[in-house]
């Protein structure tokens, strides 16, 4: 008997429903597979950041202890700056001079040969160079150039230590300058940077220890487009940013490349239900763990979420915010004279009052029992006004009576309100001092709203 058209019509969309649920089992491979990449190259990224920020801050340190000397001993005669010298180039195979120049004039270096020609170079009319050594003697902090050119030859990174004398009548007064040069290339041998043996390649970039704003010094600067895997390297007065990528670049796996994928084309039936059952309890999983159960708004762990985003936010692009925190007055006797049954309900209706109060941006969560907490968000530099507009409505619209089992009943609302940036911007305390300003319209006589004042850090 010939297959009906309507049985190949099942078979046929049985055939697609597994097709579809193939290719999505395939891209989730596919993404896992890019992260496991990403995951790799960050362990990869991870140690030799550390292995350079070790060597080279090694290798920064290593004149401080000169620099201590002279400011308490004053400046040492020729031999004895040798000596001193010769030891602590001893012990960093990295640094390859270290100078001297009282005030701001070059006098003694070591090792003196191929470095003669710097000897009496003075700071002050050397353009390219005195920029640097007068933001180290302004803010009294190790300046770290470069890298650069070096005239000796090859890269090497400057770092410059101002001295201030602290003993004797000159206690206090500037006396100059201890410098040393940091080979660049030998740093990035022993940090691992530079290897045919390694499986990436490398960047780094925050030239003159600029960070994320300076200039690429070294590697591909393709690296830092788009969406770069970067760490910072912390330097004695700036940072770096070191930047990965596999050598052969990062690899974007096709869906119908993955073993999930043909696996779910052989199987279509099985696979198609599987997957269609699992996706259905993620979501239903997914939605539990941040959701009320009872009201359907987010709950404390959804709502910590959004605000350290929204505070991140904040602190990059500015902006303000105001946390509102919500307690309930007289929900208590619904409970006892109604049932749990109706409060439940009444909880419902308060929700969906809150919710319509708000804007798209505005968030509403239920902390637990009648405890509601709202974010509100804004580009404007103030969110004071927001807030309390915002908490005139709310008292407004909780106030309204509700019909719960042909009974008319109502309730009031406290509420607390902190700022950002008026008060404070880290989530914790923005949430403590909302729940402060909560208690203290609750002690004010309920059913009003107060703004935080110093005074409630000490009282609640």
Request: glycine letters at 10%; one cysteine or more; a negative charge.
């Given at each position: ?67 201590s000397l002279i400011a308490v001993e004053g400046e040492p005669d020729e031999e004895r700056f040798r000596l001193l010298a010769q030891n602590l180039l001893g012990l960093d195979p990295y ?197 009320d159960p009872l009201t359907g708004l987010l709950n404390r762990r959804a709502f910590d979420q959004h605000l350290r985003e929204a505070s991140a936010r904040q602190l990059r692009h500015g ?142």
């Amino acid at each position: 008997m010939p297959i009906s058209f309507r049985h190949l019509l099942w078979v046929a969309l049985i055939a697609l429903l597994g097709g579809v649920v193939a290719y999505k089992a395939g891209s989730l491979q596919a993404g896992r597979e890019m992260t496991q990449q990403r995951a790799d190259a960050l362990l990869a990224l991870t140690a030799h950041r550390a292995r350079l920020e070790s060597v080279l801050n090694s290798a920064l340190h290593i004149t401080g202890g000169l620099a201590s000397l002279i400011a308490v001993e004053g400046e040492p005669d020729e031999e004895r700056f040798r000596l001193l010298a010769q030891n602590l180039l001893g012990l960093d195979p990295y640094v390859r001079n270290i100078a001297l120049a009282p005030a701001n004039v070059i006098r003694m270096i070591y090792p003196l040969q191929g470095n003669e020609q710097a000897l009496g170079l003075s700071y002050p009319e050397h353009a390219e160079q005195w920029p640097a050594v007068r933001h180290a003697i302004e803010t009294r902090h190790p300046v770290v150039v470069g890298p650069l050119e070096l005239r000796q030859g090859g890269m090497g990174i400057i770092n410059r230590i101002p001295v201030f004398l602290n003993r004797g009548p000159r206690q206090g007064e500037y006396w100059g300058v201890v410098s040393s040069v940091i080979d660049f290339d030998t740093l990035l041998r022993a940090s691992g940077l530079e290897g045919e043996a390694s499986a990436y390649e490398f960047a780094l970039r925050g030239l003159d220890g600029q960070g994320a704003e300076g200039l690429v010094f070294w590697g591909n600067p393709a690296l830092f487009e788009a969406s770069p895997l970067a760490l910072e390297v912390r330097l004695t007065d700036g940072t770096w940013f070191l930047a990965i990528q596999p050598k052969d670049g990062w690899y974007k796996p096709r869906a119908w490349q993955t073993e999930a994928f043909v696996l779910g084309i052989l199987l279509t039936m099985l696979i198609a239900g599987l997957v269609l059952l699992l996706l259905s309890k993620q979501r239903s999983i997914s939605h539990l763990a941040m959701h009320d159960p009872l009201t359907g708004l987010l709950n404390r762990r959804a709502f910590d979420q959004h605000l350290r985003e929204a505070s991140a936010r904040q602190l990059r692009h500015g902006g303000s915010l105001a946390v509102l925190h919500l307690d309930l007055d007289g929900f208590k006797p619904i409970n006892d004279r109604l049932g749990h049954a109706a409060g439940d309900q009444a909880l419902c209706m308060l929700a969906e009052r809150m919710q319509a109060m708000l804007r798209g941006d505005d968030v509403v969560a239920r902390f637990g029992g009648d405890e509601f907490v709202i974010l509100l968000q804004g580009m404007e530099p103030s969110s004071l006004r927001m807030a309390e507009r915002v908490a005139d409505k709310m008292l407004e619209a909780i106030n309204l009576p509700m019909q719960i089992n042909g009974q008319q009943v109502h309730c009031g609302v406290s509420i607390g309100i902190a700022c950002c940036p008026e008060h404070v911007c880290d989530e914790g305390s923005l949430m403590r001092y909302a729940d402060q300003a909560m208690y203290a319209a609750k002690a004010e006589g309920k059913g009003r709203w107060c703004v935080w004042r110093e005074e409630y850090d000490e009282m609640y």
